[in-house]
T-cell receptor
């Protein structure tokens, strides 16, 4: 059974600061997704990481994947208020696209 | 515009009633998924379907049923057997061999 743990679960940051969200998972997975969710809304796809050592960047967010350590990170650079949201990681179980979600990290960026 | 639509956006149900949530996609995606999200939690998989006329149970299928008669449609029925159905329900789809799983806007179900 694939288990996913994110930490921290809550993160309060000041604008301009850097921080990293960690996603650990328990068994082999062929890909890992990062999603953003605003309150009351659906999920918005941020990154799909397909192989060991994959690194993707979009704006102030950068995601990486270490399949050997079963670890993905989402790094936030120079945070701004617009990044306030809940972030989920979700490794895929098997080839069928079944995603197993972490608990989510609720990020609050304060001026 | 291509995308995934879910209806209704809000749904209220009396105890003992069955209700059906709609999910439609015009992306020509092969696989479709239903997830449930409880407040402050991640998503949990209810059912999924990789081809028409075939579907599999996810982690929390009890009290739910689905059908996949058409490629573009994957309705979810929440039956009276589901003990605590109040939640946010999200439908998703992915192209076979594709990398991105897209989500619909969701249906918020409340049991009165």
């Amino acid at each position: 059974e694939l288990k996913v743990e994110q930490n921290p679960l809550f993160l309060s940051m000041q604008e301009g600061k850097n921080y990293t969200i960690y996603c650990n998972y328990s068994t082999t997975s062929d890909r890992l997704y990062w999603y953003r969710q605003d309150p009351g809304k659906s999920l918005e796809s941020l990154f799909v990481l397909l192989s060991n050592g994959a690194v993707k960047q979009e704006g102030r967010l950068m995601a990486s994947l270490d399949t050997k350590a079963r670890l993905s990170t989402l790094h936030i650079t120079a945070a701004v208020h617009d990044l306030s949201a809940t972030y989920f990681c979700a490794p895929s179980l098997g080839g069928g696209g079944k995603l197993i979600f972490g608990q989510g990290t609720e990020l609050s960026v304060k001026p | 515009d291509g995308g995934i639509t879910q209806s209704p956006k809000y749904l209220f149900r009396k105890e003992g009633q069955n209700v059906t949530l709609s999910c439609e996609q015009n992306l020509n995606h092969d696989a479709m998924y239903w997830y449930r999200q409880d407040p402050g939690q991640g998503l949990r998989l209810i059912y999924y379907s990789q081809i028409v006329n075939d579907f599999q149970k996810g982690d929390i299928a009890e009290g739910y049923s689905v059908s996949r008669e058409k490629k573009e449609s994957f309705p979810l029925t929440v039956t009276s057997a589901q003990k605590n159905p109040t939640a946010f329900y999200l439908c998703a789809s992915i192209l076979k061999g594709g990398n991105e799983q897209f989500f619909g806007p969701g249906t918020r179900l409340t049991v009165l």
